[in-house]
């Protein structure tokens, strides 16, 4: 996208928001990423990640899209120098940010993925991984997912 059809889209905001969920719903994801951990509780930890990764020369983009969620970093994409990745992690984020933003302007493509893992970060926000009971409910979502 030029710099000045995305500055035409940015003036209408409701249509830049409308185009970020089209963005993601082609070009993002919604993970969920289980790792063990020997210093936890029950040796696993659940990180939600969501991230659109793009070429290069849409950092523009990416940059719009990050000042407009308001979080998140842009950063290369790993063994693909040609590719950049906006990234959330941070669960305060994902719980303040990305899933509202998600909840008022609907995903179509991802929508299904997008619930799964708005359940697993809710999970997470009311603690439900401090119990092995909850860990094994969230890691059994996040692996259908």
Known sequence: ????NLQKLLRKKSRFHNYISGIVDTKGSFKVMVKKQKNTKYGWVVDPIFQITLHK??????????????CGRIQEKHGQKNLLVYVVDNRRHLVEKIVPFFEKHKLIIKDSDFQKFKEIVQRLESKEHHSKQG???????GSNH
């Not at 990416?62 to 308001?70: M, P, S």
């Not at 860990?135 to 979502?141: D, G, N, P, T």
Request: hydrophobic residues 45%; negative net charge; without cysteine.
């Open 57 to 70: 020369d849409n950092r523009e983009l990416l940059e719009a899209i990050r000042k407009t969620l308001n």
């Open 1 to 4: 996208m030029n710099t000045e």
């Open 135 to 141: 860990l094994m409910k969230i890691i059994e979502i």
